[in-house]
C-alpha cells in the first residue's frame, strides 16, 4: 500500500465533500465502488491484471483532507491522470471561500447575529465574565481590521495638517497625549516618570485588556534596571513561571529526515505577567506623576501646526468631544491604527497573526502538567490556507491561558478572521489538549491581531510624522516570530525613552527627528523570510505538509543545537555568525528549503529579502568594528555636543544605540 494523494479541501462541510466524492465525483476510467468514507477504483491494466486506488477523506482542525493510496501491489495505467483528474474536480468543487462578518441589525445582540455561522463561539461567550462585550470587542477589531486592509490605496484621513491655525483653546498643554492604553500605559508611565506632561488615551476602561502577556526574567530586567518597575512590583505581576516551554509542529506527513524532537525552551515566555495588575501599577504611576488617563475616549483625528498638535476624540459614554493639545502624539493603537494606515498610504502592515484564545481552568491535571507550556506547536497540517498554530502557558494557580494564531498574508480581500479563527479554537481545543469542554471554566477571552512588517532598513517604513510617533504593533517594526509589540517595547524601552527624552528637551519634533526614534533590529528584519514561510499566499495551493515541513527543518537543527543558541534565536538576538550558519545547516539537511520559499514568496519578496540581508550584513561589520568603542565615546561627547548641536547629537546618539541593537545586543 503506497499514498498517492494527499491534499487539503479547504471547507468545514465535511459531509459535503463526502457526499460528492461519493455520488457527484466521475472518474475518467474504471469502476466505482462506494465505501465508508470515500470509494474504492478498480481498473483492469493493459497486462490484464487488475490495479486498485482507495480514495477517502478525512477531518482535522475543522477541515477535510483527501488521501489516495494504492490498494493494490499493481501500478493503475493512468494512474496520474486519475489523480489529477481529482485534484482539478475537488478544487472547482470547493474553493476557497472568504466568508464576511454577518452584519448586525439594529437592537440585535451580538449573540443573536453570530449564533448561525459560530455556534460554538456563541455558546462558549455565554460562559466568559463579560463575554457579551468581548464578542463585540473581537466583531469590532474584525470590522476595523478588514476596513484598513480593503482599500489599502485610500486609507482613512485621520491626520490634518494647517500650518495657519492656531491651537484650540484648552486648559491644559501637554508633552505628550498617547492613543492607546495597552503598551501605551507603560511607555506613558516612563515618561511621566522623567517629569513630561502625560495623557493617555484609551477606548476601552483602562486596565483591561484581551491580551495576556509573557516575558522572561532576564528580559523584563531590563524594565527594573531602567527604573521604570522595582523587583517587589514585577514579582506582583507574575502569576506562574513554568519549568520548561515545548516547541514541536505535527510531523505525521513529514518525510523521515524532516521529522524533529521537541525543542526545550526553558526561558522563553516562561513568567506569565498578570496585565491587569501591570496597569493598575502603570496607573498609579501615571498618576503619582500627574499623568492623566481619558478612558472610554475615542480617538478620532489630530491637527498638526506648527506650535503643536491638537487631538479630537470623543468620549463614548457621553458622546461629548474631547479636545486635547500636546507638543507630541504618540500612536500606540496597534493594528487598528488609522494613523499608522495614513502614514503608510494603507500598506502599513505585510504580514498578521489573527490570534484567538482564553485563560480557562479545568483541565485534567494527568493530561496536562501546569509547570510547562507550549510556546509554539501544531497538531495538523495547513487548514483552509492556514497552518493553525497553539500556544499554552500557565497561568495564576490552575489555570491555563491557550492561544491559537496563525501566520498571514494581509490581503484585502482574505483580511484574516478573528470570528473564524474563534470558532476554530472552540471546536478543535480537545483535539489539541485532551479535554471535556463543558467541564472547563472560562475566565477570559484573549484576541487581537499581531502585525508584523518585512523593513528593508530602518527607513522602510514611516513611524513618524510632524510631531507624531508610532510605538509597538502600531509601528510594527517587528518581524514576529514569538515576540510582539509587547516584547520589542520591553526590549527597546531604555533606547526609545532616552532618544524620545532628548528630542523632547530640545523641541525635535519634526519627522525627520522623530524617525531617529525607533525599534528597528537588522537581524529581526532579516528573519521575515523566516515568517514567510510560515503563511499559505493567498488563493495558493499547497502540499498540507509543506509550513510543518518548514518548521520542523528549522526546528529540528535547534533542537541539536545547544541551548542558548535556540533562546537567542527565537528571542531575536540572533547574530550574523549564527544565522548564516544555522542557514546553512537548513539548506544541507532539506535541500528543498530554497525550492519551496520561492513557491512561497516569490522573486520579487526574495529579492526584498536580498536588500534586508544586506542591510543585516552590513549592520554586523559596523558592529565588529566599532560596537566595543565607539558608542562608550560618543556618550563622552554628550556634556558638550548635546548643548551645542542637539539635532546631531540625536542622530549620533540613535546610531550608538542601532550599532549594538540591530544585531541583537540590547546595549
Known amino acids: 500500500m503506497q499514498q498517492l494523494l494527499y491534499i487539503e479541501i479547504p471547507t468545514t462541510q465535511v459531509a459535503a465533500v463526502k457526499t460528492w466524492l461519493q455520488t457527484e465525483y466521475q472518474p475518467p476510467f474504471g469502476k466505482k465502488s462506494v465505501a465508508k468514507h470515500g470509494f474504492i477504483l478498480d481498473r483492469q491494466n493493459r497486462s490484464g491484471a487488475i490495479a486498485q486506488l482507495s480514495v477517502f477523506i478525512w477531518t482535522l482542525q475543522r477541515t477535510a483532507y483527501l488521501k489516495v493510496f494504492r490498494w493494490s501491489d499493481e501500478v493503475m495505467d493512468g494512474e496520474k491522470e486519475f489523480l489529477d483528474h481529482l485534484t482539478k474536480a475537488a478544487r472547482q468543487a470547493f474553493p476557497y471561500e472568504f466568508k ?50 480593503k482599500n489599502p490605496e485610500t486609507p482613512k484621513q485621520v491626520i490634518f495638517e494647517d500650518s495657519q491655525a492656531n491651537s484650540v483653546k484648552s486648559d491644559v498643554i501637554y508633552d505628550i497625549v498617547y492613543l492607546g492604553g495597552a503598551l501605551g500605559a507603560i511607555h506613558a508611565a516612563m515618561m511621566a516618570k522623567l517629569g513630561y506632561r502625560v495623557c493617555l488615551v484609551e477606548r476601552i476602561p483602562f486596565g483591561r485588556m484581551n491580551r495576556e502577556w509573557n516575558i522572561s526574567r532576564a528580559e523584563f530586567q531590563n524594565l527594573i534596571d531602567f527604573g521604570l518597575f522595582t523587583k517587589e512590583e514585577f514579582e506582583v ?62 480617538f478620532q483625528k489630530v491637527v498638526i501646526n506648527d506650535n503643536g498638535a491638537t487631538i479630537f476624540a470623543k468620549n463614548l459614554e457621553t458622546d461629548a468631544e474631547v479636545i486635547l493639545n500636546s507638543r507630541l502624539v504618540i500612536d500606540a493603537m496597534g ?94 481545543l480537545p483535539e489539541y489538549r485532551r479535554c471535556d469542554m463543558e467541564k472547563l471554566t472560562w475566565k477570559k477571552a484573549t484576541f487581537g491581531y499581531i502585525t508584523g512588517h518585512y523593513s528593508l532598513n530602518e527607513d522602510s517604513k514611516k513611524c513618524a510624522f510632524d510631531r507624531i510617533l508610532a510605538i509597538g504593533d502600531a509601528a510594527s517594526l517587528q518581524s514576529p516570530l514569538v515576540f510582539t509589540g509587547f516584547g520589542s517595547l520591553v526590549r527597546n524601552l531604555p533606547r526609545l525613552a532616552t532618544l524620545l527624552d532628548t528630542a523632547l528637551k530640545h523641541d525635535l519634533l519634526r519627522a525627520d527627528d522623530l524617525s531617529q526614534i525607533n525599534a528597528y533590529q537588522s537581524n529581526i528584519a532579516v528573519t521575515w523570510l523566516f515568517s514567510k514561510g510560515m503563511m499559505v499566499p493567498t488563493g495558493m495551493y499547497l502540499p498540507p505538509e509543506r509550513v510543518n515541513s518548514m518548521l520542523n527543518t528549522f526546528f529540528g537543527l535547534l533542537a541539536d543545537e545547544p541551548q542558548p543558541v535556540s533562546d537567542r534565536f527565537i528571542k531575536d538576538r540572533l547574530g550574523w555568525l549564527m544565522f548564516n550558519r544555522l542557514a546553512l545547516i537548513a539548506a544541507f539537511k532539506n535541500p528543498q528549503l530554497i525550492l519551496w520559499i520561492f513557491q512561497m514568496a516569490g522573486l520579487k519578496d526574495l529579492l526584498k529579502w536580498l536588500s534586508s540581508y544586506g542591510a543585516f550584513t552590513r549592520s554586523s561589520l559596523t558592529n565588529a568594528l566599532l560596537g566595543g568603542w565607539l558608542p562608550p565615546i560618543l556618550r563622552n561627547c554628550q556634556p558638550w555636543l548635546e548643548p551645542n548641536n542637539p539635532r546631531l547629537w540625536l542622530r549620533l546618539l540613535s546610531w550608538s544605540y542601532a550599532i549594538n541593537y540591530s544585531v541583537g545586543k540590547n546595549k
Request: net charge negative; proline share 5%; aromatic share 14%.
Open 100 to 149: 464576511q462578518p454577518p452584519a448586525i441589525a439594529p437592537n440585535q445582540s451580538i449573540f443573536a447575529a453570530l449564533v448561525e455561522e459560530y455556534p460554538l463561539t456563541v455558546k462558549f461567550f455565554q460562559r466568559i465574565p463579560n463575554g457579551e462585550y468581548d464578542l463585540n470587542r473581537v466583531y469590532w477589531w474584525e470590522k476595523r481590521w478588514r476596513e484598513s486592509v
Open 335 to 428: 493594528s487598528a491604527s488609522a494613523i499608522a494606515q495614513q502614514l503608510n498610504a494603507g500598506q502599513a502592515f505585510d504580514s498578521v497573526c489573527p490570534t484567538v484564545g482564553a485563560v480557562l481552568e479545568g483541565f485534567d491535571k494527568q493530561v496536562w502538567d501546569s509547570q510547562y507550556g507550549d510556546v509554539l506547536f501544531s497538531h495538523g497540517d495547513i487548514s483552509r490556507g492556514r497552518q493553525l498554530i497553539w500556544e499554552l502557558f500557565p497561568a495564576e494557580k490552575d489555570e491555563l491561558t491557550i492561544y491559537l494564531f496563525h501566520y498571514h498574508q494581509v490581503h484585502p480581500e482574505n483580511a484574516g478572521s478573528l470570528l473564524e479563527m474563534y470558532e476554530d479554537f472552540f471546536t478543535i
Open 237 to 298: 505581576m507574575i502569576t506562574a513561571e513554568y519549568v520548561d516551554g515545548f516547541n514541536k509542529f505535527f510531523d505525521s506527513n513529514n518525510p523521515p529526515h524532516l521529522k524533529a524532537k521537541v525543542l526545550h525552551t526553558p526561558t522563553v515566555l516562561n513568567i506569565a505577567i498578570d496585565t491587569n495588575r501591570l496597569l493598575e501599577i502603570c496607573s498609579k504611576k501615571l498618576h503619582q506623576y500627574g499623568a492623566v488617563i481619558c478612558d472610554r475616549t475615542e
